[in-house]
């Protein structure tokens, strides 16, 4: 009895002072969480130095980020599918002025289809000028006013020049073609012109004659009509040196145009124009010649005129209009003017 209770005793203090058999370690093994075999050991880790800074908690990983797209050059052209931005207008920019042609013809048709009512529109029209070519505008009103005042102003002498006129070399009798014969032979019209022009010449011998007309012979190319005039009036003993010829023109317009071409050129002694054609053209040819001086400052005058007596009447304020539009710039309108081809409703009619 002593024997057992002294074996007991000593079981129990071998298991107080080892704390493990056979059993127990086995179990203790088993739970123990195994370490890799490549992990360091702990005396192969660095322990950390005082300045280390202490480590934080990796933060959570993120979706990458989308890759900015790579810039066009800025040479590069727009995609043909977006639309190109449109420029806000400026309220307080000028509305974009008209080419003067435009508002010539709109101003000069307007006169020729309305007459004296038109003229609040006409003062609209010069205005518009003015707004861009304050000299031009200048030169239009003086135009537009001498259109106005030319059937009360310019009479038609007939046969030949008035008494009063400079006879010296400044003066320049301008003697306006008329169309040829196919062959190239002058009419009878023209040669009418022609003999007011050499009653003229006579009565003013120091003065210069200058004939004015191209090409209109269907069937000779090479006549003109102030070729035809220069040779006629030569042979009625007019001196060579007093005659000009231009050659070039196939409107009144043109005659204007080309004959101070030359003039300005080769005779700036002339100062004075006396214009010589049939009655009822005299007063479109003063008017153009004189618009057209008035269009370059050229430093000359108008002075006169003479025609030869037809049954004609007066060209239309039409024709007028397509001379002046003409002598803007704009020969296709002219033209359909002289031919009755112009849609004169064009513009609105006035109030």
Excluded at 45 to 66: E, L
Excluded at 238 to 252: A, F, L, P
Aim: with cysteine.
């Amino acid at each position: 009895m002593k024997h057992g209770i002294c074996w007991l005793l000593a079981g129990l203090m071998l298991l107080s002072l080892g704390g493990c058999g056979p059993v127990a370690a086995e179990k203790a093994a088993a739970e123990a969480t195994p370490v890799p075999s490549d992990a360091p050991s702990i005396v192969d880790v660095p322990a950390p130095s005082a300045d280390a800074p202490i480590p934080t908690a990796a933060p959570t990983p993120t979706a990458a980020p989308t890759a900015a797209p790579t810039p066009l050059p800025t040479d590069t052209p727009a995609p043909t599918d977006t639309p190109a931005p449109t420029a806000t207008p400026d309220p307080t920019a000028a509305p974009k002025s008209r080419p003067l042609v435009e508002i010539v013809e709109e101003m000069a048709v307007y006169y020729a289809r309305d007459g004296e009512r038109a003229a609040e529109k006409v003062r609209e029209l010069l205005s518009e000028i003015a707004a861009a070519d304050p000299d031009g505008a200048g030169k239009w009103t003086e135009i537009m006013d001498r259109w106005k005042t030319l059937d009360e102003r310019i009479s038609v002498n007939l046969a030949v020049l008035p008494d009063g006129l400079p006879d010296t070399d400044e003066l320049c009798i301008v003697v306006l073609g008329y169309s040829l014969n196919a062959n190239g032979s002058m009419k009878p019209h023209l040669k009418n012109r022609l003999k007011v022009a050499l009653k003229s010449a006579q009565k003013y011998p120091n003065a210069y004659i200058l004939c004015t007309g191209g090409g209109t012979a269907a069937r000779k190319k090479s006549a003109t009509e102030a070729g035809q005039m220069s040779a006629w009036l030569k042979k009625q003993g007019v001196k060579k040196q007093r005659i000009i010829v231009e050659k070039k023109s196939h409107t009144t317009a043109q005659n204007a145009r080309y004959s101070l071409d030359i003039l300005l050129k080769d005779y700036p002694q002339v100062k004075y124009i006396a214009v010589v054609s049939g009655d009822y053209h005299v007063r479109v040819g003063v008017m153009l010649f004189e618009a057209e001086i008035i269009l370059r400052d050229a430093p000359m005058t108008v002075v006169s005129n003479a025609g030869c007596k037809t049954s004609n009447k007066d060209l239309s304020t039409q024709y007028r209009a397509g001379g002046l539009i003409e002598l803007a710039g704009n020969g296709k309108a002219a033209h359909q003017l002289y031919y009755n081809r112009y849609d004169m409703n064009k513009y609105p009619p006035l109030p």
